[in-house]
Every structure is written in structure tokens, then in C-alpha cells.
């Protein structure tokens, strides 16, 4: 049996829009900015001095790994690059690629430097409830994210993830 032209067409616009779980209705599919994200997502930030870091690919593959339990509790993977030329995106981990001004505000307002590595978890309220130097498994996001009072009132909700 083969699949109508049409159809594979439809399933290609949808695809790239799965890759990203949507916390609320009125949340923006894919935000641009951290404030468009604040009370929608739990962004993971990961600073990293280039692309080649094997830092940032483990952090990126152990997220790769586990890209259901990133989608159930919101997370977003923000690389935070300054030289984003030739970085391969993540297979299945929700991520958003932003403007390098935006990158670069976002350097500014957590006074991290080009030449440094570091992971942010911050909760949909803006706030940072992880900061590391390594990267971080994804158990210990798990649990901290489970542990939040806004992902035990999710969890609470009728079909929730």
C-alpha cells in the first residue's frame, strides 16, 4: 500500500511541530525569546564555549535518551552558543535555536562567559533551579522537576504527562 502524495506532504508539515510539547494552550509553539517562555516551558540552558564540546554532546545525547521525559515535564534545551555555525540540532529532545542577540542577553542576565561551560535549569517561572558545571543526568532533572510544586499540580490534572 502506498501513502498518497498528499498525505506524506501534511505529515511533513507536522512532524517538526511534535518535537515540541506545548504546557498550555496560549503558549507560544515555538517561542523566541526566554520571556515568551516564562510561565509555558522549563528551559534547560547549556552554555558551551564551541559545538565539538564533549560536554554539551553528552549533555545533548543523554537528553536525546530520555526526550519523552523532557516533553512530559516542558523542557526546552537551549543551546547557548556563540559560534552556532555547523551545530547539529538533537534528534528528538525539544529544543529551540534563538537569535544571537537573544544568546547573547541571555549570557549577559546569567554572567556566563564565551569560553565556559555550564547547564541552567530554570523553572516556568523564570527562576534557576539548577546551576552546574557538568552536565546533568537526566534522573537528577527528573527529580528535580518532579520535586517543583507547578509539576505536582500537573500531575495532579486529568491526563496528565
Given at each position: 500500500?502506498?501513502?498518497p502524495?498528499?498525505f ?13 510539547a506545548q ?6 509553539l ?23 564540546d ?8 543523554d ?24 551545530y ?11 537569535s544571537?542577540?537573544?544568546?547573547e ?12 561551560f ?36 500537573e ?7
Amino acid at each position: 500500500m502506498t501513502i498518497p502524495l498528499f498525505f506524506l506532504a501534511i505529515l511533513t508539515l507536522l512532524i517538526p511541530m511534535s518535537t515540541t510539547a506545548q504546557a498550555k494552550p496560549t503558549c507560544a509553539l515555538r517561542p523566541a525569546t526566554l520571556a515568551e517562555m516564562r510561565h509555558c516551558y522549563r528551559p534547560l540552558l547549556v552554555f558551551s564555549p564551541d559545538i565539538a564540546d564533549r560536554r554539551l554532546k553528552q549533555q545533548q545525547s543523554d537528553l536525546d535518551a530520555a526526550a519523552d521525559d523532557m516533553m512530559d515535564r516542558f523542557v526546552l534545551f537551549l543551546p547557548v552558543l556563540s559560534h552556532a555555525a555547523g551545530y547539529v540540532t538533537p534528534l528528538d529532545t525539544p529544543y529551540m535555536l534563538l537569535s544571537s542577540k537573544e544568546l547573547e542577553n541571555i549570557r549577559n542576565r546569567f554572567h556566563v562567559a564565551e569560553n565556559q561551560f555550564a547547564v541552567l535549569l530554570l523553572d516556568e517561572d523564570g527562576s534557576v533551579k539548577l546551576l552546574s558545571s557538568t552536565p546533568v543526568s537526566v534522573d537528577r532533572l527528573n527529580s528535580l522537576i518532579d520535586a517543583m510544586p507547578g509539576r505536582k499540580a500537573e500531575m495532579q490534572r486529568p491526563h496528565a504527562n
